[in-house]
């Protein structure tokens, strides 16, 4: 299947190309946690210096991740089946918001908290 990136930009020097757009092909038949796994292992993410947090949505808010975590964690403990995901006829939507450097334990339990729609 098909997916279509986009994230925020990290710095000034980042804008030149935002939203940056990225394409990839994955299994069809991954789960929403692989490819979220996949996207944060790849080179999509910028380095940033210090530990950047970064949420992943799709319709709602799906995981946090951190450069000091190593891996996403989902917000919820129900998985979020492919087919809930975002679409365009193209391919699975992901948006990946930049939250900087706040504490991802922050990040994380705000959007754990939230309301899907009040999105």
């Known amino acids: ?34 490819i979220i796994e996949f996207v944060c292992e790849g080179s999509y993410l910028p380095k940033v210096v210090g530990s950047a947090t970064w949420s992943f949505s799709s319709h709602k808010p799906l995981a946090v991740f951190a450069q000091k975590w190593g891996r996403p964690r989902m917000l919820s403990f129900i998985d979020c089946p492919v087919s809930d995901l975002a679409t365009d006829g193209s391919g699975i939507r992901f948006h990946v918001n930049y939250h900087a450097q706040i504490e991802p334990e922050v990040v994380f339990e705000v959007l754990r908290r939230t309301k899907p729609n009040a999105i």
Do not use: I, N, W, Y
């Open 1 to 34: 299947m098909k997916l279509k990136l986009t994230r925020d930009s990290v710095a000034a020097g980042d804008d030149a190309d935002a939203p940056h757009f990225f394409d990839v092909v994955v299994s069809d038949d991954s789960t929403t946690e692989e």
